[in-house]
């Protein structure tokens, strides 16, 4: 366990095998939380908003629909067999 010093304006230094093991440095945001026995700091990572959202939809681009289509109602279903019975004639007469 090592021992911290408050500096000026509120400033503490990490010692530095605690800084090679988390790979933190300088610029690295942490994440103060009040814990039961103390101040926890963990290491976070920043995203820009707008790189995380094209992530996002890059990411939705291979999401495919599988739900079912809706029903057709009878009257619909007549509608699309006439234009495709039409089709067939006109296409083989």
């Avoid at 408050?6 to 990490?14: E, H």
């Avoid at 994440?31 to 995380?52: N, Q």
């Avoid at 939809?57 to 739900?67: P, T």
């Amino acid at each position: 366990m090592s021992l911290l010093k408050l500096r000026k304006f509120a400033q503490v230094t990490l010692p530095s095998d605690l800084r090679k093991k988390f790979n933190l440095t300088e610029g690295d945001f942490l994440e103060a939380e009040a814990v039961e026995k103390g101040i926890l700091l963990k290491p976070v990572t920043v995203v820009e908003r707008e790189k995380a959202w094209n992530q996002v939809f890059k990411s939705m681009e291979n999401v495919k629909d599988r739900k079912p289509k809706p029903k057709q109602s009878a009257k619909k279903k007549e509608e699309e067999i006439a234009k495709m019975v039409k089709s067939f004639r006109k296409h083989h007469a």
